[in-house]
């Protein structure tokens, strides 16, 4: 039913014109505007991602949004020319090298947006 339905992710900020500077000037996504609820929107991949004020905020201890990139070393080295400071690891399990860490069939790199929010690229590995 709704394997062809359309997919949003909404993503609560406290500060939606620090978020905006955060998501278009770093990220370098494509501003889609205001909806008449408040939201912000941004069209990425054929998806949606919303903005939407909150307060106080609701920032989650998990990864909130996962981009997909074909060349993760390379997207991480034009982020941090936009100013994305990325986190390392050192947990059993979850050991980051250079910001990546290898998880199964994927490599990984976390980086927090404005808000505390934890985004997250991945490689997928050849099989």
Not at 52 to 65: L, N, R, S
Not at 77 to 83: N, P, T, V
Request: aromatic share 10%; hydrophobic share 40%; charged share 20%.
């Amino acid at each position: 039913m709704l394997s062809t339905a359309s997919v949003t992710t909404m993503l609560p900020v406290k500060d939606i014109d620090r978020a905006r500077a955060f998501y278009e000037g770093c990220l370098g996504l494509t501003p889609g505007g205001f909806k008449p609820d408040g939201k912000f929107v941004y069209s990425v991949g054929g998806t949606t991602l919303a903005l939407f004020p909150k307060p106080d905020g609701t920032k989650a201890d998990h990864t909130a949004i996962s981009f997909q990139v074909n060349d993760i070393a390379a997207s991480i080295a034009q982020l941090k020319r936009s100013g994305v400071v990325f986190e390392d690891y050192d947990f059993p399990g979850l050991k980051t090298v250079n910001h990546v860490c290898v998880l199964g069939a994927e490599k990984a790199a976390w980086f927090k947006d404005t808000e505390g929010n934890y985004l997250c690229l991945h490689e997928d590995l050849p099989a």
